[in-house]
């Protein structure tokens, strides 16, 4: 199983930037996709972005794309995701999820998909 371990969340303004690291552990992480996922308070957890293992394809919420950007360092197992014009209603928690198989290559948008996932980090815009 991979190990993953969310840092980068905080408060900040809206229009503000916050980058989230999602550091892997255990398995060789560079072969399985990974995936950001956020949950608000009230609201089941819903898909954010995602990245394939080799890092070339990225997959994003409709919503949200434009102003998020993941990317993946397999040198550091670490994965990446740089959150853009922030906006109170993007205030959550973010979970990074690793894909439950190797070299995975279905559908990147629903949990169940994915295997491994880390504690979370809250993420609070102000108004």
């Known amino acids: 199983q991979v190990q993953l371990v969310e840092s980068g969340g905080g408060l900040v303004q809206a229009g503000g930037s916050l980058r989230l690291s999602c550091a892997a552990s255990g398995r060789t992480v560079s072969s399985y996709g990974m995936g950001w996922f956020r949950q608000a308070p009230g609201k089941e957890r819903e898909f954010v972005a995602a990245i394939n293992w080799t890092g070339f394809s990225t997959y994003y919420s409709d919503s949200l794309k434009g102003r998020f950007t993941i990317s993946r360092d397999n040198a550091k197992s670490t994965v990446y995701l740089q959150m853009n014009s922030l906006k109170p209603e993007d205030t959550a928690v973010y979970y990074c999820?690793?894909?439950?198989?190797?070299?995975?290559?279905?559908?990147?948008?629903?949990?169940?998909?994915?295997?491994?996932w880390g504690q979370g980090t809250q993420v609070t815009v102000s108004s």
């Open positions: 999820a690793a894909s439950r198989d190797k070299y995975y290559s279905g559908s990147y948008y629903y949990t169940n998909n994915y295997g491994s």
